[in-house]
């Protein structure tokens, strides 16, 4: 349970940092090849995208211990939990408006996320 709930949070860190290294890359705009090379060094110049970076790494090494001890089929929906995350990570640090539709849809991928639980429950146990 502990490598599930960490994917989530780390898969949303992740994200969050991504976004505001590429912040203040916002006005930027790509009109020739060399204009890739300036927004880049940019972008990595940011500590958030390195921290960004990071946290991939650390997903990828819990995302392979997690499908090591379930099901595919299992492990991508219960790390779904990202989806909820995000929208309020989002609105609590960068501010951003959700819309209501928009917080419906993530309550039927949060119901979408338990039904997916219950039925795997007396397939398989869940890792500690």
């Not at 921290?51 to 379930?70: M, N």
Request: charged residues 10%; neutral net charge; proline residues 4%.
């Amino acid at each position: 349970m502990f490598f599930l709930i960490s994917a989530d949070f780390l898969e949303t860190f992740t994200h969050l940092c991504f976004k505001k290294g590429v912040l203040s890359r916002s006005a930027f705009a790509i009109h020739n090849i060399s204009d890739i090379f300036v927004f880049l060094q940019g972008v990595f110049s940011s500590p958030f995208i390195w921290f960004g970076l990071f946290s991939v790494f650390t997903t990828f090494i819990i995302w392979a211990t997690l499908l090591s001890k379930i099901d595919l089929s299992v492990a991508v929906p219960i790390c779904s939990f990202s989806y909820m995350l995000i929208p309020l990570a989002s609105l609590v640090f960068l501010h951003e408006k959700i819309s209501l539709l928009r917080w419906a849809g993530v309550l039927l991928i949060l119901l979408g996320v338990v039904y997916v639980s219950l039925s795997s429950a007396d397939k398989e146990p869940l890792p500690k």
